[in-house]
């Protein structure tokens, strides 16, 4: 065997089959390495191998890897809402949580640009992503959710005052990162129809959206908003969530509903789309949330709402892929 053939051999045995064209020039082994499909963890450890055996064979100095990985669609679920305020950060989260659980490998991308909650809402405010070859790599938060966020990237408390088009890049920045192994991406939106949701719509095609709107009637007329703009996008309404409907008392245990109740499934039903679920206005899971524990990862009652609603997406997501 010659020296380039056992450095073919080693490569091929290293990277299980993925190395290919692997050269020795001028004591420069240099090689392209498919890394579709593996994890950040996972693709580390190859690249390392590789470059660590190759460089401590006879006559070779240098090891020069090109990644490659083939570009898989991952499916965006865009969560959404007419108007701030009404829950959508919290039920983002808590539908991750919910398909990590199941064991699915999820993502977040926070693109609510200039209102970044998910480092808090996933406990990982003091994580940083790191950037390679140009690309983020998301950061790893609770439950083995990837994410990426603007608040990992600006520091606490900065404002950031962007026009439309920095924000649009730095969403690109943001979807656009090196996703490795994750199924489904779920995107928290910033509320409202402006420029990022645009730049979301139009550059990055969400397979579907998720609307979340509080039971009263001005949080509804904003979200008939929100529906049309994706609508009129050929983006499809996987469906309508209440959120912040009846709420315990937890001294008396008396119902009350501060925002109505039943509006949602109400609107859902004129507007012809699906109604996914209601979650319940209560102190924990604004405690939970606010903890950096989601509900959907606790064992209380707090959990279960979040976990049928989840379900309904991923089904809704399997059968799409699978039409
Ligand atoms: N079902 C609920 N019960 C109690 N508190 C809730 C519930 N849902 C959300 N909250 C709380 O309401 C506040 C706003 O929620 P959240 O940040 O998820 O809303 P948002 O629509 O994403 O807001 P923004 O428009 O600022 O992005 C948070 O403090 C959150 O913990």
Redesign the pocket.
């Known amino acids: 065997m010659t020296q380039s053939e056992m450095i073919a051999a080693t490569a091929a045995r290293l990277s299980q089959g993925r190395a290919a064209a692997v050269r020795l020039t001028d004591s420069t082994v240099s090689l392209v390495c498919d890394v579709s499909g593996l994890d950040e963890t996972a693709r580390a450890d190859m690249i390392g191998r590789l470059k660590a055996e190759l460089g401590a064979m006879d006559g070779v100095d240098e090891v020069r890897i090109a990644e490659t990985s083939e570009r898989r669609e991952l499916p965006i679920v865009a969560v959404a809402?007419g108007k701030?305020?009404?829950?959508?950060?919290?039920l983002a989260t808590n539908i991750a949580v919910a398909l990590a659980l199941a064991g699915r490998k999820v993502g977040i991308v926070d693109a609510?640009i200039y209102?970044p909650?998910q480092p808090t809402l996933l406990g990982c405010d003091e994580t940083r992503p790191e950037a390679r070859d140009k690309k983020l790599v998301p950061v790893e938060c609770r439950h083995g959710i990837g994410l990426l966020s603007m608040g990992q990237l600006v520091k606490p408390g900065q404002a950031i005052a962007w026009r439309g088009p920095m924000a649009g890049n730095a969403l690109t920045q943001l979807v656009d990162a090196h996703w490795g192994a994750t199924e489904l991406l779920i995107a928290d939106m910033p509320?409202g129809t402006g420029d990022v949701q645009l730049s979301m719509i139009q550059r990055h095609k969400p397979v579907g959206a998720v609307i979340v709107s509080t039971p009263q009637d001005l949080a509804l007329i904003d979200a008939r908003r929100a529906i049309a703009l994706f609508e009129q996008a050929g983006v499809p309404i996987i469906g309508l969530v209440e959120?912040?409907a009846g709420y315990a008392c937890p001294h008396c245990g008396e119902i009350s509903d501060p925002f109505g109740s039943g509006g949602v499934e109400r609107a859902a039903q004129e507007i012809g789309v699906a109604f996914l679920g209601r979650?319940?206005?209560?102190l924990g899971?604004?405690e939970a949330?606010?903890g950096g524990e989601p509900p959907a990862g606790s064992e209380n009652d707090l959990a279960q709402p979040f976990r049928d609603i989840a379900g309904r997406v991923a089904r809704w997501v399997d059968e799409r892929r699978t039409a």
């Open positions: 809402s701030g305020g009404v829950g959508k950060s919290t609510d209102g909650s509320p959120n912040m979650i319940p206005l209560s899971v604004r949330s606010d």
